[in-house]
């Protein structure tokens, strides 16, 4: 029997089978994790054009080396909630601090957006900056509101988190919380000391954007020392936007507290 090598081209079979298997497992790295488009108020959010690892093998040894591949997973796994597959990368040198997608999102907004307690405080235990704002404003603390997150929003804000910081609309984490219904997230905000005459781009206060919805709010924002009878750029008084909206009883809070049309 022949003991030749069986070659193919210009290399030995196996050679060959060993270089194309080597070039499929550098395709399936990720590289790129695609902007996602969100509007300033949360509203649709198109996911990112992004293949992620989806097998980790175990820990390696030894001192944690800083890897930026690891990046895109890591802020992958924050928005998906996926603490164990987070950790992972974390390990392999994904940085918290550094990790950014092209929308400007961080580590800690995907997790405090996703309402993953466990990985927002993974994220502070490694000093992410809790103010950081995409790119459209919005930071953690006005997302995890939005949200109705009670026990995040809370957690950002004993790490620092301001509580007046802006979007591009001009909206405020109190703002976005009354817009969104959350009594809960509000109450907290505003015990944080949240202005409750604040404005947004267009002069309307927290009040105003409460006139269409649940009368607890309005009672709450009035409690804080909300102005009843401040007016937006086109003149409307937060009685006259509930009048318009035809919400009776927050009308009626409001008549009694002082407020006209």
């Given at each position: 029997?022949?003991?030749?090598?069986?070659?193919?081209?210009?290399?030995?079979?196996?050679?060959?089978?060993?270089?194309?298997?080597?070039?499929?497992?550098?395709?399936?790295?990720?590289?790129?994790?695609?902007?996602?488009?969100?509007?300033?108020?949360?509203?649709?959010?198109?996911?990112?054009?992004?293949?992620?690892?989806?097998s980790?093998?175990?820990?390696?040894?030894?001192?944690?080396?800083?890897?930026?591949a690891?990046?895109?997973?890591?802020?992958?796994?924050?928005?998906?909630?996926?603490?164990?597959?987070?950790?992972?990368?974390?390990?392999?040198?994904?940085?918290?601090?550094?990790?950014?997608?092209?929308?400007?999102?961080?580590?800690?907004?995907?997790?405090?957006?996703?309402?993953?307690?466990?990985?927002?405080?993974?994220?502070?235990?490694?000093?992410?900056?809790?103010?950081?704002?995409?790119?459209?404003?919005m930071?953690?603390?006005?997302?995890?509101?939005?949200?109705?997150?009670?026990?995040?929003?809370?957690?950002?804000?004993?790490?620092?988190?301001?509580?007046?910081?802006?979007?591009?609309?001009?909206?405020?984490?109190?703002?976005?919380?009354?817009q969104?219904?959350?009594?809960?997230v509000?109450?907290?905000?505003?015990?944080?000391?949240?202005?409750?005459?604040?404005?947004?781009?267009?002069?309307?206060?927290?009040?105003?954007?409460?006139?269409g919805?649940?009368?607890?709010?309005?009672?709450?924002?009035?409690?804080?020392?909300?102005?009843?009878?401040?007016?937006?750029?086109?003149?409307?008084?937060?009685?006259?936007?509930?009048?318009?909206?035809?919400?009776?009883?927050?009308?009626?809070?409001?008549?009694?507290?002082?407020?006209?049309?």
């Open positions: 029997m022949s003991h030749k090598m069986f070659w193919a081209g210009n290399a030995p079979y196996w050679c060959r089978a060993t270089v194309y298997a080597a070039a499929i497992a550098v395709l399936a790295v990720p590289t790129q994790f695609a902007q996602a488009q969100t509007d300033a108020t949360g509203g649709n959010t198109r996911l990112p054009v992004f293949t992620p690892a989806t980790v093998s175990s820990t390696p040894p030894g001192p944690i080396v800083r890897n930026p690891s990046d895109a997973n890591l802020l992958y796994y924050a928005a998906q909630g996926d603490v164990a597959k987070f950790q992972a990368f974390l390990q392999r040198g994904g940085s918290v601090q550094e990790a950014r997608r092209k929308d400007g999102k961080t580590v800690l907004i995907l997790a405090a957006n996703r309402g993953s307690l466990p990985i927002v405080e993974i994220a502070l235990k490694e000093n992410a900056d809790v103010n950081a704002a995409d790119t459209i404003g930071n953690a603390l006005m997302l995890a509101s939005r949200a109705g997150s009670v026990e995040i929003v809370s957690r950002l804000i004993e790490s620092g988190a301001s509580v007046e910081n802006r979007n591009v609309n001009g909206m405020t984490a109190l703002m976005l919380a009354i969104a219904q959350k009594p809960d509000v109450n907290i905000l505003l015990e944080k000391s949240a202005n409750p005459n604040t404005k947004d781009n267009w002069g309307n206060t927290p009040l105003m954007l409460a006139a919805g649940e009368a607890g709010i309005v009672q709450s924002l009035l409690k804080a020392g909300a102005d009843v009878n401040t007016r937006n750029s086109i003149g409307k008084t937060a009685l006259g936007l509930s009048v318009a909206k035809k919400n009776e009883a927050v009308a009626a809070q409001l008549r009694t507290a002082g407020g006209f049309e």
